[in-house]
């Protein structure tokens, strides 16, 4: 419906208007522009000053963030910081995304750090609102929100705009925008080169002395390694007297690994309770690791058994003491290896009409590997008693009287432990991208551009040893009879499973390798998305033809777009990963757009400046039957020079493409939490059944009575059921509303000096939410809250869940508020009197104060107020206030500097500490729920230093230092039940935990 009203409007604007975000100003708006960003209001994070600009390449093409209108000296009604390219340099070329979270309105990033399936890949997360909520652009034209493709030695700034865009950009930017500014021009030959280290001294006392106590071997006392290499070369020709310039590049980095075993802090995991205590005091530290037992556990009757220590078929008591702790020794940083390859065309066509053309290409390879061991674990297994592996003492405690005959005994619980295996992962990405725009001045100053853009983003991974989901298949082993006096799995007997292989669980050692190979395999997932894009921009001022405020002296500026853009995505797995959600979905937007800015008055008394700017866009989603408006209003008033306040109202709505393109996945014999079902078994550790009136909502008495019958839960009342998860092609659009309100000051009588101030709020209403099952038990049958209860789906007659509906919805609401403090101030020390020949310094600081995090995940439920904790529900730490300051030191007797960052993170405390009762601590009967180990993580600070020098005209080298002191970071262990950090021991987004990074680098020019 919604297609039918815009398709012939689409098409008409498309076909007179296509052209790119990205604008390509002449030299005299390229000027403007330039002085604005850094100069009127916009905050800029730099490093230490730099040798003069790469002479050999062209920045003639400046983008323009936030806005679609062409006006010298626009300036931005919204909070934007700046990234320059200094900054990045002293964090690492190869590690942009670690620059990127050092700015305190961006989540920080793991990089890396860590095994996750999703390495190698990092997407921006602006004010914790989420990465789909962060549209990223890539000079000005949009690209999948991973910084991987992004060139580091290429990047010129990164602007960071926090809050809605939506009207400018699209849909997808609920929390803000970040655009990477890239060199395109070359002229000559350009290498760049970097290499770094990690250094520090493990002398952690306490991660020393506990690891001793569990075994652990000592690490060196002074680590070096995790080499990271980087080499980038660039080139480029002007040709045809300056009117065509063709340019490339290639880069390569390689990170070397490092393992938990070398450094002091992730020497063991830690955990705050010791083993085998009946009340855990969470006062205590101790090494933890995977739990291991070589002599099994069988649960017969409510009696817990184990094998012989001497290797022979005999039961005895189970014995806690055997348990051991197997040390883990995962990566802190994983294997990496990434080509960026790419060129650039532009070229003056005739009169003023402009191509721009470019392709940009990556592909990424990392390796993990996890040294497991863990155990096959069945809660319901049926074992024939005639099992050849049982000894007679063995099948009569299971049997009894049926001992040595073909019946099933009663359900029985078995565990088979697997010692130190290892899980490889391989993810891989390839990554692609071009575009091409063509753009030019239609008459005076009204332009258009017309862009073309497609990208594609491909996702592999792939891990060995890997239980399937199948979750019989371990009962299956068990079930086995002898057939020509070889043991045969009964499935295999009557080809139910032609491929089950026995386990022997009645001896050590009965878990042969083709049995392991049988119950594990290599998982195999993909996912590509692809994007194309086709838009038009016309855009101006409209001064020349009469359109001013007789109050002001620039006319009034607009910008019309058309947008269309083809958005497909796809996912498959294979072997273990089989039931991998399967989908290939697909959806179409076109959009019209229009921004208007009118100057009302200008340099009259009292408004040196009075402006407002709005901005409205219609969407029509092919997923989605509505049209979506989406609109902006910004304002500022300037009542003398060097005083200006500014605000701007943001309307979005985010259309869900991927959540409602992607395919159901339904897991079987997912165990969840049903207490109105009679839990089996009669033994101490039966759970009570709820009544009829607790169990009310939603099912029928009959319903409840029939469950009498069901036999399927466990003691803990848990009962089988299929849980679906993935796409919901029900879920409506989620609104976002954005305000910010804040002032510019550039006194006069202070000059290089600028401060912005501002206020942000950012609600997101009737937010994507996958539902978190596990609490729908409590929150239904306890709290009453209905919405949870039709997350369970029941068997009319039976009573029994069937199905766990976890899929998006349109449940939660999230709330993000705070300031944004950001100084900056150029100092000559010749305007003082102080010197003649002591060089320029420069102070810059960003600092953001969150007054607000919430988050709801259904409707008529607490909020989860997790501003200034963590741990828990809240997870990660939400410090009230972060911010990066730096000073800056312009040498006067060479081209170079030298400077000092200090980056800062506020404490946070425990989540259980709250006073909100929803996140506070909750003692239970076998834990006290209190942690005296890290009630508060305390305000963090890190030292960073660096070292710019140009040796000649042709050579600059740099030498910065990362965590300056090696400080150690925060210690976080995790208790019986819950991970409150990270597998790290801390939150090594946040904090942390390699050491000191030792990095040189070098610039050479031809």
């Known amino acids: 419906m919604g297609t039918a009203r815009l398709s012939l409007l689409g098409g008409a604007a498309l076909a007179a208007l296509m052209a790119p975000a990205a604008y390509a100003q002449n030299n005299e708006q390229n000027e403007a522009t330039a002085s604005t960003s850094t100069d009127q209001g916009t905050s800029t994070i730099s490093g230490a000053p730099a040798p003069d600009d790469d002479k050999n390449t ?91 493709i992004v060139p580091g030695a290429l990047i010129e700034r990164i602007d960071v705009l926090t809050g809605g865009a939506s009207a400018v950009y699209g849909s997808d930017a609920v929390a803000g925008v970040v655009n ?270 017309a862009s073309y853009l497609r990208t594609r983003d491909i996702f592999r991974n792939s891990t060995t040893n890997t239980y399937t989901y199948d979750f019989d ?27 089950c292989v026995p386990v022997d669980p009645f001896r050590t050692g009965g878990l042969t390798d083709a049995a392991f190979s049988y119950l594990t395999g290599t998982g195999r997932s993909w996912q590509q998305n692809d994007l194309t894009v086709l838009m038009g921009v016309l855009s101006g001022t409209l001064g020349d033809y009469g359109l001013t405020s007789p109050l002001a002296t620039n006319g009034i500026g607009f910008a019309l777009v058309a947008e269309q853009r083809n958005v497909r995505s796809q996912s498959r797995g294979s072997g273990v990963w089989d039931i991998w959600t399967q989908f290939d979905g697909r959806a179409r937007v076109r959009e019209l757009a229009g921004e208007i800015d009118i100057p009302l008055i200008e340099k009259r008394p009292f408004f040196h400046e009075l402006s407002i700017n709005g901005g409205y866009r219609i969407s029509d989603y092919t997923t989605y039957e509505k049209l979506v408006h989406t609109w902006k209003v910004e304002g500022t008033w300037a009542p003398t020079e060097g005083l200006r306040f500014r605000g701007s109202y943001n309307r979005s709505l985010r259309v869900p493409v991927l959540e409602r393109l992607e395919a159901e996945n339904r897991y079987p014999n997912t165990f969840a939490l049903d207490l109105c079902a009679p839990p089996r078994g009669n ?97 239904c049958y306890n709290k009453k809250i209905e919405f949870w209860c039709g997350i369970y789906r029941r068997d009319p007659n039976s009573g029994q869940v069937k199905e766990i509906d976890a899929r998006y919805s349109n449940s939660g609401q999230t709330k993000s508020r705070g300031v944004d403090v950001n100084l900056t101030y150029n100092l000559d020390p010749r305007r003082l009197g102080i010197a003649d020949n002591a060089g320029t310094f420069n102070l810059n600081f960003n600092g953001t104060l969150a007054t607000k995090l919430s988050r709801q995940f259904a409707p008529n ?63 239970r009967a076998n834990n006290a729920d209190t942690y005296p180990l890290f009630e508060k993580l305390p305000g963090f600070s890190y030292f960073d230093a660096a070292i710019n020098v140009a040796v000649n005209k042709n050579l600059d080298l740099r030498f910065n230092v990362q965590n300056l002191l090696d400080k150690d970071p925060p210690m976080i262990g995790f208790d019986e039940f819950y991970s409150i950090g990270q597998d790290m021991n801390t939150f090594p987004a946040f904090y942390t935990v390699r050491g000191r990074t030792l990095r040189v680098g070098l610039t050479a020019r031809l």
Request: aromatic content about 10%.
């Open 58 to 148: 062209d920045k003639s093409d400046i983008v323009v963030t936030g806005t679609r209108i062409v006006r010298p000296n626009m300036v931005s009604n919204a909070p934007i910081t700046v990234v320059d390219e200094t900054f990045l340099r002293e964090r690492g070329l190869a590690r942009v995304e670690d620059a990127l979270s050092q700015i305190p309105q961006v989540t920080p990033m793991l990089g890396l750090q860590g095994n996750g399936w999703t390495a190698g890949r990092a997407g921006i997360n602006l004010r914790r609102l989420g990465v789909g909520r962060t549209l990223t652009l890539l000079n000005g034209q949009r690209m999948d929100n991973d910084v991987g």
């Open 180 to 449: 990477f500014i890239l060199k395109r021009r070359f002229n000559g030959l350009t290498l760049d080169a970097e290499a770094s280290g990690i250094q520090h001294h493990n002398d952690n006392a306490t991660m020393l002395r506990i690891g001793q106590a569990a075994g652990y071997r000592r690490p060196a006392d002074w680590f070096f390694g995790g080499g990271n290499f980087y080499a980038s070369l660039a080139a480029g020709k002007d040709l045809f007297d300056h009117k065509v310039n063709i340019s490339g590049f290639v880069t390569y980095k390689e990170a070397k690994p490092v393992r938990f075993s070398e450094l002091d802090t992730t020497l063991c995991p830690l955990r705050v309770n010791p083993l085998n205590v009946e009340v855990f005091r969470n006062d205590t530290y101790a090494c933890d690791g995977s739990t291991y037992n070589p002599y099994n556990r069988f649960s017969v009757n409510n009696v817990d058994y184990a094998t012989a220590r001497d290797g022979s078929r005999t039961f005895r008591p189970y014995d806690v003491n055997d348990e051991t702790r197997v040390p883990r020794d995962n990566f802190i940083q994983r294997a990496d290896r990434t080509v960026n390859a790419g060129g650039f065309v532009s070229a003056d066509l005739f009169a003023d009409v402009k191509f721009n053309g470019s392709f940009l290409f990556q592909h990424s390879r990392q390796k993990a590997e996890i040294a497991v061991t863990d155990a096959f674990y069945t809660g319901d297994v049926r074992i024939n008693c005639d099992n050849p592996f049982m000894s007679a003492q063995q099948a009569q405690i299971i049997c009894g009287a049926a001992a040595g005959t073909t019946a099933l005994a009663d359900p029985a619980t078995v565990i088979v432990w697997k010692d130190n295996f290892i899980q490889k992962m391989q993810p891989m990405v390839w990554n692609w991208r071009a575009s091409a725009a063509v753009s030019g001045t239609v008459i005076d100053s009204i332009r258009f551009e």
């Open 473 to 499: 298949q371990f009962a299956r082993s068990l079930q086995v009879r002898n057939v020509n006096g070889v043991p045969t799995c009964l499935a295999k007997i009557d080809g139910t499973d032609p491929a």
């Open 683 to 779: 033994g101490a550790n039966t759970v009570q059944r709820y009544t009829f009136d607790q169990c009310s909502i939603g099912m029928t008495r009959a319903q409840y009575d029939a469950l009498t019958n069901y036999d399927g839960c466990n003691t803990s009342g848990q009962c089988p059921a299929i849980l679906i998860n993935g796409g919901n092609p029900t879920l409506q659009p989620e609104r976002g509303r954005s305000i910010t309100a804040g002032l510019v000051l550039q006194p006069a009588a202070v000059p290089g000096f600028s401060a912005t101030v501002d206020w942000y709020s950012i609600t997101i209403d009737g937010a994507f939410e996958w539902s978190r099952w596990w609490q729908a038990f409590d929150q």
């Open 861 to 923: 439920t607490p909020k989860w107020e997790c501003n200034g904790y963590f741990g828990f529900a809240c997870g990660e730490p939400s410090p009230k206030w972060r911010h990066v300051a730096s000073v800056n030191w312009a040498l006067p007797w060479v081209k170079g500097g030298i400077g000092l960052t200090w980056r800062y993170t506020g404490s946070t405390k425990i989540s259980k500490l709250s006073k909100d009762t929803v996140l506070a601590a909750q003692p």
